[in-house]
């Protein structure tokens, strides 16, 4: 159910060399990469920090007290969100440098004059390893029955929600979703009915969220968190009334027909006076689920949210 990102790749030249800054941006684009440049390596590596890059083609002998060597050795120890792939170009030519390039940090590198045909094939196995890493990723944190976030995306990526909605400004909302007395069909049924209805479920709450911008995540069991980024506890409430009435009112077809299914919500919107991320997460998934415990005591089928709960509890 979940993707790798298809968008093209983007690729950061450093090169103090303006035509030849031009020309590799010139190959490149016309291959179907987004091209951005930096003249010189501090420029380079405050691009590339930004995280926003796959792949870095530097130059070796760059002005200033940063070249490419250092340039790749500083970007190693840097924490980026994924693989940067890195293509050293040199005019050195013998081959301790090529080791000492390469032992910097560099992936590949391709020797001076650079030729489009060469540049674009060694892009290209970048390309792969990029797109490979990508995929690892993807598994890692996907649950493989249902295709939607694991808890360990959630725990991640709910704290960059947090200080992303808490920087701009932002409103957060979290929901809580449990499948109402979803045990006793395990015990009637048997596991595997189980495990199609939460498929099903997955699958109609995807449906009713916005596409790459909200997000579930199986927090355990049957039960999920749904991530709503700007989405004040109003508007919250409108998406969980929508899972809600998507499951109720269409009943789940299973290999024993078709079952009735309901699903009980809790809600939470960020308070826009916290400041500490991590306290804020869990008070945050705290909140939500004691919303979806007061759903679950007054009935079930039903949205609860945090703002309805008395003080104290």
């Known amino acids: 159910m979940l993707t790798p990102p298809a968008e093209p790749l983007q690729i950061l030249v450093a090169d103090d060399d303006a035509f030849q800054r031009k020309m590799l941006e010139q190959w490149l684009s016309k291959a179907g990469y987004q091209v951005c440049t930096a003249t ?13 890059v796959q792949i870095l083609i530097t130059d070796w002998d760059m002005p200033g007290e940063m070249d490419g ?13 994924s693989y ?9 030519t013998e081959v301790k440098d090529v080791v000492t390039g390469l032992q910097a940090g560099a992936d590949d590198y391709v020797r001076k004059p ?6 674009l094939a060694r892009v290209n196995t970048g390309r792969r390893i990029i797109e490979l890493e990508r995929r ?8 493989p029955l249902l295709g939607c976030y694991n808890r360990r995306f959630l725990n991640e990526q709910l704290l960059r929600e947090i200080a992303a909605a808490r920087r701009y400004d932002t409103p957060l909302s979290l929901l809580m979703a449990d499948l109402d007395r979803f045990k006793l069909i395990n015990d009637v049924h048997g596991h595997l009915v189980g495990d199609e209805v939460l498929q099903g479920f997955v699958g109609r709450a ?3 969220l916005r596409r790459s911008v909200d997000w579930i995540a199986r927090y355990g069991g049957e039960e999920f968190s749904l991530i709503l980024p700007h989405t004040d506890a109003e508007g919250a409430r409108v998406v969980a009334e929508e899972v809600r009435l998507a499951c109720v009112g269409t009943p789940f077809e299973t290999s024993v027909g078709a079952l009735e299914v309901t699903v009980s919500l809790g809600l939470a919107e960020l308070p826009r006076s916290a400041h500490q991320t991590t306290p804020a997460m869990t008070d945050l998934v705290s909140r939500a689920d004691a919303a979806l415990f007061r759903s679950k005591r007054e009935g079930r089928n039903r949205v609860s949210s945090d703002g309805d709960l008395p003080l104290g509890r």
């Open 114 to 119: 650079a030729h489009e045909g060469e540049i």
């Open 136 to 143: 690892t990723m993807l598994l890692s944190i996907t649950d």
């Open 40 to 52: 010189c390596g501090a420029e380079a590596l405050a691009k590339a920090l930004e995280g926003h």
């Open 69 to 81: 060597a250092m340039l790749c050795r500083r970007l190693r120890t840097a924490k980026l969100p």
């Open 206 to 208: 995807m449906r009713s």
């Open 84 to 92: 940067l792939y890195i293509l050293m170009l040199t005019g050195h």
